[in-house]
């Protein structure tokens, strides 16, 4: 699966890069029998613009090496670094486009163009178009930032070329130059595109969340499992669009053997693995059942937490007489910006069920939802 998708990028990718060398060659062959040195000029523009989808073949290549001791999960994220350098490709784009379309509003200049220079400026648009759709498309189906980028990078140059176009046109018929003021908009737009291309990659730098139904999907597969009461602790760590680290809690019946509890976590990190490509570790939260007195208390301790409204769950109960110690952990809700404070509180209130007793109580943080 792995391997199919990052074919299809690199094919993609190539597809790119013919497309424009085709492109700049038709323009070079155009300028040079018209004797057009800009239709030249412009057609070695196209072959800078093959730039994003070899840098996209590039960092495609680069995330498929194998792990080593100082990268144990891969080189995954060598593809976001390609999304980040290609989206500052057109951020560059937008901003030199925006310079030059000021310069036009204080100093305009009249086009002029001939029946050739506006076949190629029309057959580029189309073809700039039609790429730029096929790519982006392809990359918002294959999940690669790189290539939606290189796909919006297409997409923007015919919209500048077809932006001159349509100034032009008005010029020679109304003779009013809208060219800088038309142009200044269109750059706007494609810098504030850049900068959003170029925060979905940093952002999974950083460490984004997941979503939140593939969160939903993890706990209701793993709720289903024989014996799980109840799934916690939620944690996952993105290595690449084909790799993911996590973690998560189960809770079990405290009556559960080791064998039994060594089984369970078992088929659920080969289920994880299977259905999700996660490599799942899985902790344990043992329930208290029946009616001794660990149940008792671990109701009493449930009831007096859940008198809070600012917390959300409670879990991960832990009674030890030999240790003389309780510990629990509670979820609090975003109200919450004090949990030194909170873990005070709860304490507090937690200590008369166990007066000559250590109270630990752990607050958690929900990072996955």
Request: no cysteine; hydrophobic share 45%; charged share 15%.
């Amino acid at each position: 699966m792995k391997q199919e998708r990052n074919s299809q990028i690199i094919r993609t990718s190539w597809i790119g890069i013919g497309t424009n060398v085709l492109l700049a060659g038709f323009k070079a062959v155009v300028g040079l029998v018209a004797g057009s040195v800009a239709i030249v000029m412009d057609a070695v523009n196209n072959l800078s613009d093959a730039l994003s989808s070899v840098i996209t073949i590039v960092g495609t290549k680069l995330s498929q090496r194998p792990a080593d001791r100082q990268h144990p999960f891969g080189f995954g994220r060598v593809e976001y670094f390609s999304a980040i350098v290609i989206s500052l490709i057109v951020l560059a784009t937008g901003v030199t486009s925006l310079i030059e379309s000021v310069k036009k509003i204080f100093e305009p200049t009249t086009p002029s163009y001939t029946s050739v220079t506006l076949v190629v400026i029309i057959v580029a648009i189309v073809v700039k178009l039609l790429l730029g759709r096929y790519v982006k498309h392809k990359g918002e189906q294959l999940e690669s930032d790189a290539l939606v980028a290189s796909g919006s990078d297409a997409l923007f140059d015919a919209l500048i070329t077809l932006a001159t176009l349509v100034s032009a046109g008005i010029m020679l018929l109304w003779n009013i130059s809208i060219d800088g003021y038309l142009g200044a908009l269109i750059s706007l737009f494609i810098v504030k595109a850049g900068f959003e291309m170029l925060a979905s990659p940093i952002n999974q730098l950083l460490g984004m969340n997941v979503s939140p139904e593939l969160v939903r999907q993890i706990k209701h597969d793993v709720a289903e499992q024989e014996g799980v009461h109840g799934v916690f602790d939620l944690i996952l760590h993105n290595y690449g669009p084909d790799v993911m680290i996590g973690s998560l809690h189960i809770g079990v019946d405290d009556t559960m053997s080791a064998h039994d509890i060594h089984g369970l976590t078992r088929r659920i990190s080969v289920l994880m693995y299977e259905r999700y490509g996660i490599i799942m570790t899985v902790g344990i939260y043992a329930n208290a059942i029946g009616k001794g007195p660990v149940a008792e208390l671990q109701s009493a301790v449930v009831h007096r937490l859940a008198e809070h409204r600012e917390i959300v769950q409670v879990h991960g109960l832990y009674y030890s007489e030999k240790d003389r110690m309780l510990s629990v952990d509670v979820v609090p809700d975003i109200s919450v910006h004090d949990d030194a404070a909170l873990v005070r509180t709860l304490t507090a209130e937690l200590q008369p069920l166990v007066p000559d007793m250590q109270v630990i109580v752990v607050v958690d943080h929900n990072y996955s939802e």
